[in-house]
């Protein structure tokens, strides 16, 4: 008869991975002329689930470096921004969706602008960024356990060690210091 036994482990139960693409607006306190840069820094996240779906809030910060007065003068203009994406996730399993559950968020790619320009004095910029999320819950995984214990191999006596033995019963003499 088989003897299963369970045992509780820590699994990945659902992975996503999902692309953002969203338009921002900044006014500057100089008119610009001309777009110079954009970098973006300081990204930071994290996840909580809302029912079946994982929610990630975030933040970073948007640098933009403009010419104003006719491209005579250059000024950065620094905004943070705030985001919080939905993302659903769907599980491998039927998986009961509870608190306990660790959520796991990576940048698979840091927010970076793809287009941005200068609209009625404003600028308008568009920022794209990758995450990757893995919901980790527990799971039982069924083992089979064999209770036979292989037997223990039988000593085979090896014949010359009996041989040596005979030899130094028969040659050696106990009064061997006289």
Not at 6 to 14: A, L
Not at 69 to 92: G, L
Request: aromatic content about 8%; charged content about 35%; glycine content about 4%.
């Amino acid at each position: 008869m088989a003897l299963y036994k369970e045992i509780v482990t820590k699994t990945v139960i659902g992975k996503v991975k999902k692309h953002f693409k969203n338009v921002y607006t900044l006014t500057p306190e100089m008119e610009p002329s001309t777009i110079l840069g954009c970098w973006i820094i300081n990204h930071k996240f994290k996840g909580h689930e809302m029912g079946d779906k994982i929610m990630v809030d975030g933040s970073f910060e948007a640098n933009i470096w403009y010419s104003y007065e006719n491209d005579s003068k250059t000024a950065v203009v620094t905004k943070k921004i705030d985001y919080n994406e939905i993302v659903r996730v769907n599980p491998k399993e039927e998986t009961d969706f509870s608190n306990d559950n660790e959520i796991i968020v990576r940048a698979l790619k840091q927010p970076n602008c793809t287009r941005i320009e200068i609209k009625d004095n404003n600028i308008e910029f568009e920022i794209e960024k990758e995450l990757g999320i893995e919901l980790v819950g527990d799971s039982k995984v069924k083992i089979l356990v064999e209770e036979d214990e292989e037997p223990w191999e039988v000593l085979v006596e090896d014949e010359v060690l009996d041989e040596a033995e005979k030899e130094i019963t028969e040659n050696v003499k106990e009064d061997y210091l006289n």
